[in-house]
C-alpha cells in the first residue's frame, strides 16, 4: 500500500469517529430539550401500579353506594370554567391553560371536573336521570408552581351527585369518602368542614367583611386588595401572613346563617355525630372555587410524606351552579380527590408479577405461542420470552419478573409433545403433557 493510501485511511477513520462523536452529542442536545414539560409527569412501572390500584380501589367503592363511570371531554370551551369558578379564583386568573384553536374558539384544557359535568348535564338533557350519581377519573391541567404534591398535570378520581337535596346527602357522600380513603389504608386523615350558608347568608356576610376590611385595606396584600372587590370571603383563605393576622377578627360567616341554613348545619353536626363520623369544624375553609353553599370539606392528611400540601380531597355543595349556567334549579354534591397526593401516602405499590414465563429453547417458538395462547385463556398471566441466550440467561430473566413458575420447552420436550413446568423458587421441575 502506497503511503499516501494510508494517510488517506487513517484520516477516514478519524473523519468517522468525529462524525459519530458530533451525532451523538446532537442527539444528547436533542434529548434534553426533550424532557416532560415542567410540572407533567411520566408514569410507569411501580409509579403507574399505585395510580391504578386507587382507581380500581376508590371506583369498587363507589359502586356499592350505585356511583357510575362518566366522561367529558378534556377539552371545553372557556366559558365552561371561567363563568362558574369565579373571576376572583386564582384557577380561572392564572392558572388555566387556555388558547385558541383552528377554529378562533377560545378552549382550555379542564382545570377540574364538577363544571364539566355541570355543563354535560345540561347539554347532554341529564335531568330525566336524577339522582345522577357520576364518579371520574383522569388528568387536569393547572399552570401553578410545581413543588412535591403539586404538578402543572395531575389526576383526580371526582364524584358528583346530582338532583338530591339536603344534608343526609352530604353525610352519604363524606361517608363514601371516607370508606375510600379507608379501602386505601390511608388512615392518617382528618375530616375538616365548614359551611357557606346559603345566598342570603353570604350576600349578607359579605357585606359585614367589606365593612371590616375596609378598614385594613391599606395593609391588604395586592391580591386581597383586588379580592375585596369581588369575593371578599377569599381573604379569608389568603396565604399572606398580614392577611391572615387581619382576617382572625373578621366576621364570621356563622353568625349570618339564615334560619334554613342553620337548621342544614345543624342536622349536618348531629347526623356526623350520631353515626361516629370524626370531624373538626374549620372556619377557615372556603374553597377556592366560588360555586359551593353550604356543606364545603377537605380530608387533611397527616403524613410528613405530603409536604404542603397536604390536602388530599376536597368538595362541597353546589346548589346554584347548575341554574346559574342555565340549566333547571338542581340540588348537588361533589368532591374530588388527588391521585397524586394520595400515592404519597401509598406504602410502595409493586407491579403485578406473572403466574408463568415460558422460555422457548431451539425451535420451538411457535409451539411456545400456542402454549402461551393457552394459559392467557384459562386466565394466567403470561410473559413469553423472545430474543436469544441460553437456558441460564432465559431462567435469570424469569427470576428478575418473579414470576412463580417457568414453562421450559426444547426441542426434544416438543417432540415427545411436552414440556417442563419448573417452579422457580425452589427449582423443583415437572414435565406435563401439552
Ligand atoms: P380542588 O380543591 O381544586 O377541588 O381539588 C381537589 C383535590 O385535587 C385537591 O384536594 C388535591 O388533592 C388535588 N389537586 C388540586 N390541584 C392539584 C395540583 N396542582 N397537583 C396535584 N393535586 C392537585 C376541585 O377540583 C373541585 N372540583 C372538587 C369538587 C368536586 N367539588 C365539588 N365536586
Redesign the pocket.
Known sequence: MMLWERHSYVIVAIMSIKFAQIREACYKQIMDKLQPIRGMKDLFLADAAAQQHIINTCYNVAAKYNFHHAVTPILEKTAVFSRTLGDSSD?VNKEMYSFEDKSGDNVTLRP???ASIARAFISEGLQQNVPLKCISNGPLF?Y?RPQK????Q?H?I?C?WLGTAGPMVDIEMIQMAWDMLNALGINHVELQLNTLGDAATRQAHKAALVDYFERFKQDLSADSQTRLQHNPLRILDSKDAKDQDIAKEAPLLLDYLTNEAALFWNQLQATLHDLNIPHTHNHQIV???DYYTHTVF?FVGKSDDLGS?N??????R?DELIQQMGGPPTPA??????I??LALMLNECAIKAPHAVIIPIGDTMTACLKLATKLRAATQHVELIHGGGNLGKKLKKADKLNAEYAYIMGEDELANNHVIKRHLATGAQEEITL
Not at 390536602?311 to 362541597?316: D, I, N, P, R
Not at 354534591?333 to 388527588?338: E, H, N, S, V, Y
Open positions: 384557577v377540574e371536573f364538577t393547572r401553578e404534591g403539586r404538578q402543572r395531575f383526580q371526582n358528583e374553597r377556592g372555587l377537605e400540601q390536602t388530599l380531597l376536597a368538595g362541597g353546589y354534591i361533589g368532591f374530588a380527590m388527588g397524586e397526593r
